[in-house]
Every structure is written in structure tokens, then in C-alpha cells.
């Protein structure tokens, strides 16, 4: 019969194309896992693996196993699902939450005090982790429930496998230094208004970048970036100096103290946030007491 072990081992192989990376998501070492594999192979009777340059590829045999090894997990879960729902439904044991950092400061740790006083038996392991590799922990069983965004209005791509709630809207707000020209402001700001103005703005290849340009898409003249900066905190102190203005989703903000203020935009950007869990965990009284939390 199959070991459970070695068909994740397999999986998660098979996901992330190295013994090495394999083992580095699943807790051990590349020996070990390796050992995994061969034991499969010895199971079934026909190699799994073949080497492809400095990885390794699915044999088809290899590839027919990872296809059937959704359904066996999905199983296996139910199995210890129906199990904790027999016993009084009360959420115990870990629950593996995986999240990108935002997430965490401004939706998971609020809740977790509430939590721990309603769920006393349930401890919440969180670990960050960006939205696709959240995903991908959720289907491979390394995590129990992910917190997720779209990225520019895109959801991330989910495996079959994983069902999702939407928790939570962000929204993208104008901060700057209260002796700013724009801090008198009373009406939500335009594009026309913050023309002129010098910013600071996260790197490429974020979302809040991506705001930032779609903000002035269509404007004729480039905006004046002074500074790329991933920390919002650090993105604050520069605009506390009085000589930029930022952009900054609500989740990611730090207390504004008394230097500096916010002040929404006419169009407002915005990014949904997703909770992801596997099917087969829909009974888990673990995650249905997290998703109380969120309303």
C-alpha cells in the first residue's frame, strides 16, 4: 500500500521540480525525502522520477500517482474532519494560516485575542507568504487556510482543490504631512489635484505600484517619484519630512500619529482579500471558528 508520506513527498516534488526545494516545504531533508521516493517506487514497482538537468521530472507513471493523489488527500482529510466534528465540534489542535504581511498586521492579529478567548483549545500557527505560494501551500496540505489578494483586480490562480471567501476590501488612501499644501482638503482628491506633487512609492512588481501608475495613466506629464520604497512605515517617516506624499492601502498603514494625515481619492483603488481552504476541510470546526472572526 501506498505511504501517505511518500505520496506528498511525491507531490510536492513534482510542484516544485527539486528534491531539495521539496524538502525545504515539507520539514526535512533532501536524504529523507529521497528515501520517500524510492520506498513509492518500490510500492508501486515502477520508477516515479527521472533526472532533468539539475531537477527531476515525473516518469508517467510518476504523473498518474500526482493526479490521483488530490482525491486520497481530500479523503484522508474528511476522514479527520468528521472525526472533530463528532467531538462537540470544538475547534482544537494547530491551525496552519499562511498570509501575505498586510494581511497579518491588519486582519489576522486583531482577531487572535478574540479568538484564543472563544477558541481556547485552537492554536494559530501563522507564517507569511505571498499569495500564489499561499495557494500552493493550502492544495499541497503544507497550510490549512490562506489569506489572499487579486493582484490588479486579477484573482490569484486556484487550484481545483481549494474553495474561497471573500473577507475583506482594501482600499488605497492619499497620506501626507499635515503641513501639506493637500492636508486642507475636504473633498476626495483627483488626479488633477495631486498633480505636481512629489511621491514615494512602493517598487515595481507590487500592487500598490500598480495603483500608484493607474492613478496616472492617463495623465500627460510623469509623476515625480523621489523614492522607491517597499516598508510603509519607512514610506511614513519620508512623508512625515514634508516633502512627499504616498499611497497606501488601509490594511498596510501603521498609526499615522500627529504629523501626518490621510485623505481618500475620488477613484478609489482597491484589492479584494480572499480566505482559501481545501474542500475536504469545509466541516473543519478550526476554520469555520476563523471565518466567525472575520464576520
Known sequence: MIEVGALRALRSVAALGTLARAAEELGFTASAVSQQIKRLER??????????????????????????????FQALERCGE????VSEGAPRGTLRVVAFSTAIRGLLAPLLRGLSVRCPGLRVHITEQD???????VD?????????????????????????RLVHTDVGDVVLSRSHPLASATEPLGR???????WVTSPPGTV???????????????????????DFATQLS??????????????????????????????????EVYAAWRRSADASPAIRAVLAEFG
Open 238 to 271: 519620508l512623508v512625515a519630512s514634508g516633502e512627499v506624499i504616498a499611497l497606501i492601502p488601509r490594511l498596510a498603514r501603521p498609526p499615522l500619529g500627529e504629523d501626518l494625515i490621510a485623505r481618500p481619492l475620488r477613484r478609489q483603488p482597491k484589492r
Open 208 to 230: 500598490c505600484h500598480q495603483w500608484f501608475r493607474r492613478l496616472f495613466a492617463e495623465a500627460p506629464e510623469e509623476p515625480d517619484v523621489r523614492h522607491l520604497v517597499d
Open 140 to 164: 499541497a496540505g503544507t497550510a490549512d487556510f490562506a489569506l489572499v489578494h487579486d493582484a490588479d483586480g486579477l484573482p490569484a490562480a486556484q487550484p481545483p482543490s481549494l474553495t474561497q
Open 43 to 72: 510500492q508501486v514497482g515502477v520508477p516515479v522520477l527521472a533526472p532533468a538537468g539539475r531537477g527531476v521530472v515525473l516518469t508517467p507513471a510518476g504523473q498518474a500517482i500526482v493526479d490521483a493523489a488530490p482525491e486520497v
Open 82 to 85: 468528521a472525526a472533530r466534528s
Open 131 to 137: 499569495p500564489e505560494e499561499a495557494l500552493h501551500s
Open 192 to 198: 488633477a489635484d495631486l498633480a505636481g506633487h512629489a
